[in-house]
């Protein structure tokens, strides 16, 4: 596997330069979605594939998006089905969404096929283990191309590439504050890691981070551009490890 050094481009105030190393995974996949330990992804063909040790390991199923979080593992197909993974089999879900998120706390989030956006509460996301089990999804006030959750806030992205945020969101009331607040910056996809981390990528295919986030400073302070050599297109973060899909999807596992 090919290793090559990537530079975290920091603000001025600070004397030296984030270095992360970054790892060529083998294999293609279009989408990445890391969290709570696990990465998952989807190759261009809609097989679906998790990380094991090194190697990412083909698992049953076909799906266009994937997620994984504290709310499980998450999928959607080529019909927009909900699907949710349990013990080793995919089990539908009601509703149709374009988009699935199971990075919230205990509670999964995605978009329909109009953009609205939905959300699904504790109860019924932790409870949900098939036909017969109760999901209702909440209508939140929306219209997004793509919606990433985390521990205290959901972050999407508008058609525009304009950016919001939706505070105070918690496994019981995940519709948070019910208001999207726009965010200065322009972004074509974003993702919000386990821990609340904030990445995105712009159309171009550069990468920010959201800087200052904290629990009672959710929305952060500024956007911190990734200096990365090659333009990407999906990026997904966890446990220190940043994962890259490049345009030609090629996968790369960075890591300081």
Same mark, same amino acid.
């Given at each position: 596997?090919?290793?090559?050094?990537?530079?975290?481009?920091?603000?001025?105030?600070?004397?030296?330069?984030?270095?992360?190393?970054?790892?060529?995974? $083998?294999?293609?996949?279009?989408?990445?979605?890391?969290?709570?330990?696990?990465?998952?992804?989807?190759?261009?063909?809609?097989?679906?594939?998790?990380?094991?040790?090194?190697?990412?390991?083909?698992?049953?199923?076909?799906?266009?998006?994937?997620?994984?979080?504290?709310?499980?593992?998450?999928?959607?197909?080529s019909t927009n089905h909900i699907h949710r993974l349990v013990k080793g089999d995919w089990v539908t879900a009601p509703g149709l969404m374009k988009q699935v998120d199971a990075g919230g706390k205990l509670f999964a989030a995605g978009l329909n096929m109009g953009g609205v956006v939905f959300c699904l509460g504790e109860e019924?996301?932790?409870?949900?283990?098939?036909?017969?089990?109760?999901?209702?999804?909440?209508?939140?006030?929306?219209?997004?191309?793509?919606?990433?959750?985390?521990?205290?806030?959901?972050?999407?992205?508008?058609?525009?590439?304009?950016?919001?945020?939706?505070?105070?969101?918690?496994?019981?009331?995940?519709?948070?504050?019910?208001?999207?607040?726009?965010?200065?910056?322009?972004?074509? *996809?974003?993702?919000?890691?386990?821990?609340?981390?904030?990445?995105?990528?712009? $159309?171009?295919?550069?990468?920010?981070?959201?800087?200052?986030?904290?629990?009672?400073?959710?929305?952060?302070?500024?956007?911190?551009?990734?200096?990365?050599?090659?333009?990407?297109?999906?990026?997904?973060?966890?446990?220190?490890?940043?994962?890259?899909?490049?345009?030609?999807?090629?996968? *790369?596992?960075?890591?300081?």
């Amino acid at each position: 596997m090919k290793r090559t050094a990537v530079l975290f481009l920091l603000p001025t105030l600070w004397t030296a330069c984030l270095t992360l190393e970054c790892t060529s995974v $083998s294999g293609r996949l279009k989408q990445v979605d890391a969290g709570n330990g696990h990465v998952f992804g989807v190759c261009p063909k809609g097989e679906v594939f998790t990380l094991y040790g090194s190697s990412l390991i083909r698992i049953p199923g076909q799906l266009k998006h994937v997620s994984v979080g504290p709310a499980g593992v998450w999928g959607v197909n080529s019909t927009n089905h909900i699907h949710r993974l349990v013990k080793g089999d995919w089990v539908t879900a009601p509703g149709l969404m374009k988009q699935v998120d199971a990075g919230g706390k205990l509670f999964a989030a995605g978009l329909n096929m109009g953009g609205v956006v939905f959300c699904l509460g504790e109860e019924a996301t932790t409870g949900f283990a098939g036909p017969g089990s109760p999901a209702s999804w909440t209508q939140l006030p929306a219209r997004l191309k793509y919606y990433s959750c985390g521990p205290y806030s959901c972050w999407g992205v508008n058609t525009a590439d304009e950016i919001f945020i939706l505070k105070g969101v918690t496994p019981t009331a995940c519709g948070g504050s019910l208001e999207f607040q726009p965010i200065t910056g322009s972004l074509s *996809m974003i993702e919000v890691s386990t821990d609340g981390r904030v990445y995105g990528v712009n $159309s171009v295919g550069d990468i920010y981070q959201r800087e200052g986030i904290l629990p009672c400073n959710p929305a952060g302070t500024g956007w911190r551009h990734v200096s990365y050599s090659e333009k990407v297109k999906h990026v997904s973060y966890d446990l220190g490890h940043l994962w890259l899909i490049g345009k030609d999807n090629r996968i *790369m596992d960075c890591t300081e």
